[in-house]
């Protein structure tokens, strides 16, 4: 790698991004597996080092078949791109920076537009669904206490699995108005009440607490007594999903992971008659807008609002009829009228019977008369 690339990637992971844009470690840690993706795929493709890249080596071209490749070859979804190309445009925007004359490079590079993703609903769990996974946890284990006190955290407060993960155990307050601070994107402190029910489970779980580090802070340890980390939190709770399908199989084909229940909570919430704009500050969202999500998912909702809604009077129209013998009608003696139940199907007709066949090019029903001569 060229010096000058080498010493702008070092000066934008260890001050530009943290210090002069304010990022958060785990976004500084994601824009640093994009690039390390980036730089592998480049040396591979020019059949180089990675030491031996330079800036020129990484052009636009270069970037979209990266692109290309992560969604083709390694399986990516498009947001995921989209994420890996607002890592690479934030560096070359960087580089701009440092070297004018690469802004005509960083310029084509940043030009790169984001493609557009599908928009799909969220998944939640109904109240039942949920229940059966909080009770799926034993009642004795080696883990029941902590992973019990931990399903009841998420679903209380909703909170995303980087702040469960971050959580100390000073940041919780367990005595008559127990509640948590958590700490959110942006930096942002919110702080949320518990349940006398979600107070009493971390209660207990702090009894038996072990950290390896008497240092260690953090609230929630592995069974090693080290850290919980995110990928820790989604084994547990996908594990307790698949046994409380037995008892809810409507869990079944159903994606449980950490933002479920965070989704789960916002509906809920909803659900119990709140605002949203005061569901948006429980989430900690940034945007409104990003709750109003949940306002288009709940069919619950959306079957109160249109029993609310008179349904429009529909005009009847005549059904295909066909006249058969041998039943008194007032059609006339000796004739009959049978109701055809389909307005595209031609009724079956008597031959050589005298039979006058009408159809109505307005409403394309078929009606075939069959008059009947007296014997």
């Known amino acids: 790698m060229s010096p000058f690339l080498a010493d702008s990637m070092k000066r934008s992971f260890s001050h530009y991004l943290p210090v002069q844009r304010g990022l958060a470690a785990n976004t500084v840690l994601a824009y640093r597996d994009a690039l390390k993706l980036l730089l592998c795929y480049a040396a591979d493709t020019r059949k180089k080092s990675v030491e031996e890249l330079s800036v020129e080596d990484l052009g636009e071209p270069l970037v979209l078949a990266f692109l290309d490749h992560l969604e083709t070859i390694r399986g990516c979804c498009v947001r995921t791109r989209n994420a890996r190309l607002a890592a690479i445009r934030t560096f070359f925007s960087f580089l701009a920076r440092e070297d004018p004359a690469l802004l005509p490079q960083c310029q084509r590079i940043r030009g790169i537009p984001l493609k557009r993703t599908e928009h799909k609903t969220v998944e939640y769990l109904e109240e039942k669904e949920i229940q059966t996974v909080l009770d799926a946890v034993p009642a004795s284990g080696r883990t029941s206490i902590r992973d019990t006190a931990l399903l009841l955290l998420l679903y209380n407060t909703g909170a995303r699995v980087s702040e469960v993960v971050t959580l100390k155990v000073t940041d919780l ?192 029903l078929h009606i075939t008369l069959v008059m009947l001569s007296s014997t």
């Open 173 to 364: 307050r367990l005595d008559d108005a127990p509640q948590v601070k958590l700490l959110g994107k942006g930096q942002k402190h919110r702080s949320c009440p518990l349940w006398p029910e979600t107070a009493a489970a971390l209660r207990a779980y702090l009894q038996q607490r072990a950290p390896q580090d008497p240092r260690l802070d953090q609230l929630f340890l592995n069974a090693n007594g080290l850290a919980l980390t995110r990928f820790g939190v989604r084994h547990i709770l996908r594990k307790y999903a698949a046994h409380a399908q037995l008892a809810c199989p409507s869990l079944t084909g159903k994606r449980v992971s950490p933002h479920t229940i965070r989704h789960t909570t916002a509906m809920h919430l909803l659900r119990s008659g709140n605002e949203v704009n005061m569901v948006s500050y429980w989430l900690g969202h940034a945007d409104i807008n990003t709750t109003h999500i949940y306002l288009e998912i709940d069919m619950e909702m959306k079957r109160q609002m249109l029993q609310k809604a008179e349904a429009p009077t529909a005009n009847s129209h005549p059904v295909a009829k066909t006249w058969y013998p041998g039943v008194a009608d007032s059609c006339g003696e000796g004739t009959a009228i049978m109701w055809s139940q389909s307005a595209h199907e031609q009724p079956k007709t008597c031959t050589n019977r005298g039979g006058i066949s009408s159809t109505s090019h307005n409403s394309k």
